[in-house]
Each structure stands twice: as C-alpha cells, then as structure tokens.
C-alpha cells in the first residue's frame, strides 16, 4: 500500500518551453502533497507544500510564478516548470501524506527534467 | 528554522561489519519526527527507520537501529551486519507540522 507515482519519469524539454509532472496517489487518499527538488549529488530541498483544494505554499526562494503548483483532487498533484531554463534541470521528487498519518510521507520514484 | 546536519559526506563498512551514520538536528520545537531514509542509484527514496519525539525508546528495524539522544538532539543509525545492498545515499530528515527537512546525506559503501 501508499503507493505514489510520478510521470514522467524523465522528460526533455527545450528552454523556454513549459512542462508538466503530475504526481498521484494510487492506493490512498493524500490530503497534503510534497514538492522537492534534488540537484546532483546533493539533498532534497522543500519546494512547496499542497494540500487539496487549497493554493501551495512555497518555502522561500522558490518562485510560485515559475514553479505552478495545482492539488486539485486528493490523488493528483502537478507541478508545472514554466519558461524553463538549464537551471532548472534538476531531479524533482513528489511525496505524499494522509491526514491520520500526517508525519508519514510516501515518495514518489522522481522525475528527472533536463531543460536544453 | 530547523536545521539537519550530516557530518559524514562518505562511509564504508566491511560487508558483515558494523556501521554508524551520525546526524544532529537544531530544533525549538518539542513534538516532531525523526527518520532514516535510503536512497540507491534508482533515486527512489525508501524508509529506513522513524522515531518519534516523545519516545524515549530507541526504535529499531531487523538489522537497523538508531540511537536517539534528545537532549543533545542526535540520532545516529547503526547497521548491524552490512549487506552489498545497504550501499547508496542516506539522509536523514527531520518532520514536524512545518515540513521535512533533510540533511546532506551519507554516502554509504559496503566492501566485499
């Protein structure tokens, strides 16, 4: 159980273009979905926080503009990377909590974005 | 803010041995989570070990343990018996109601 995909697994977007990484819960209801982003050889840092129907919050730094985040159901999440540039090419990784387990996280297999 | 600090870049343990990942942590708050997580060359992240502030007992997982140290807000993770599969990333993370946050990792090696 607590199983979170994330697709796609690897996309190849030209600069300035915008492109879309959903996130979805399979076997659970997630009331509040994780953004994080991986560079190479380094750690995850907290993108946003969303939780179902209501707008992400972002940790500061992270461009709400840039980085749009929709949690429109309690299963999908999407984040969508827009005019993207080299420096976003990053690994980007989702996760996923259920309100009665709400220290638990469920994590997504990551998507890697490389931006040319 | 809170903050997670890993002060071992790498590490390696000869398979069968013993080894110990050190992580601190900075925190002002009393009620939060602490974890292990693994993360091998597939980048997925898989739980190792949690524990839970309020519990003063160490929590523990077949080969995995971690010593929990309130008070000097340190909790380090023993691997008994190491296996060629332990080897990859570990990190560990601090949650609480503001969200996770994860240290830089540890770069684990098993030798043969």
């Known amino acids: 159980g607590a199983v979170v995909s994330q697709h796609p697994s690897w996309v190849i977007c030209k600069s300035g273009t915008s492109v879309k990484i959903e996130c979805r819960s399979l076997?659970?209801?997630?009331?509040?979905m994780f953004w994080y982003r991986q560079f190479p050889k380094q750690s995850l840092m907290l993108m946003a926080t969303?939780?179902?129907?209501?707008?992400?919050?972002?940790e500061q730094g992270v461009e709400k503009d840039k980085f749009l985040i929709n949690h429109a159901s309690l299963t999908l999440s999407t984040l969508t990377v827009t005019s993207a540039h080299p420096e976003d090419s990053s690994f980007y990784i989702c996760?996923?909590?259920?309100?009665?387990?709400?220290?638990?996280?469920?994590f997504g297999p990551g998507t890697r974005l490389t931006v040319t | 803010a809170q903050t997670v600090t890993q002060s071992q870049p790498e590490m390696s343990v000869q398979e069968a041995e013993t080894v110990t990942l050190s992580c601190t942590y900075d925190?002002?708050?009393?009620?939060?989570?602490l974890f292990w997580y693994k993360q091998p060359p597939s980048r997925q992240m898989i739980l190792v070990i949690r524990q839970e502030a309020y519990k003063q007992q160490n929590a523990t997982e077949n080969r995995f343990s971690v010593n929990f140290q309130k008070a000097a807000k340190s909790f380090s993770l023993k691997i008994s018996d190491s296996q060629l599969g332990d080897a990859a990333m570990y990190f560990c993370a601090y949650r609480s109601t503001h969200g996770m946050r994860f240290g830089a990792g540890t770069r684990l090696t098993v030798k043969p």
């Open positions: 925190t002002s708050e009393s009620d939060y989570y």
């Open positions: 996760s996923a909590s259920i309100l009665a387990e709400i220290y638990e996280q469920y």
């Open positions: 969303s939780n179902e129907g209501s707008k992400a919050t972002y």
């Open positions: 076997d659970f209801q997630a009331t509040t």
